[in-house]
């Protein structure tokens, strides 16, 4: 009489190849975890610099009040901007939306924006403040202190 079944060889490279696939499995989950969260990061990253981008889209280069006298802060509060260049050198943590309203579900965020007047031809050199029709704004978001997203875009002042 002849036995049917698997040998015990048989079955140890069946458990074998079972526990493999399972910590292929893992190994996989846990990559796409951390992909996700980079990919969560970058997007709310993204959103903090939009904010910025609409706070300031409608606002003059320059000050309406002391014109090219002063680059920065002429006024005491966020709230007081009035033109581009008052929000040079701010920082903003918690973040801010475009309604200069603090984000407390994003305190971890901060964002760091930079204005600054650049070469008419060539928007890659920085050139002395209110000496050229252009500037760029650069806003930099970071969480707990580590950058995730840059962002620039140009403005001419034709509002002068």
């Not at 992909?35 to 309406?64: C, R, W």
């Not at 581009?84 to 701010?90: K, N």
Request: charged content about 20%.
């Amino acid at each position: 009489m002849k036995k049917t079944g698997f040998t015990l060889v048989e079955v140890l490279v069946a458990v074998i190849l079972v526990g493999l696939a399972i910590a292929c499995l893992l190994a996989a989950n846990t990559s796409f975890t951390n992909t996700n969260a980079a990919g969560l990061d970058l997007s709310t990253a993204e959103f903090l610099s939009e904010q910025i981008k609409e706070l300031t889209a409608l606002l003059p280069v320059v000050d309406p009040n002391t014109g090219t006298d002063l680059f920065g802060p002429e006024e005491a509060t966020l709230a007081d901007y009035d033109d581009l260049d008052d929000f040079d050198e701010a920082s903003f943590s918690p973040p801010i939306n475009a309604d200069r309203q603090p984000l407390s579900n994003f305190a971890a965020f901060t964002q760091q924006v930079t204005v600054e007047n650049v070469n008419a031809a060539d928007f890659e050199q920085v050139v002395g403040d209110h000496t050229s029709d252009f500037v760029k704004v650069t806003v930099k978001v970071s969480l707990n202190a580590r950058e995730i997203s840059s962002t620039s875009w140009l403005r001419a002042s034709l509002d002068e």
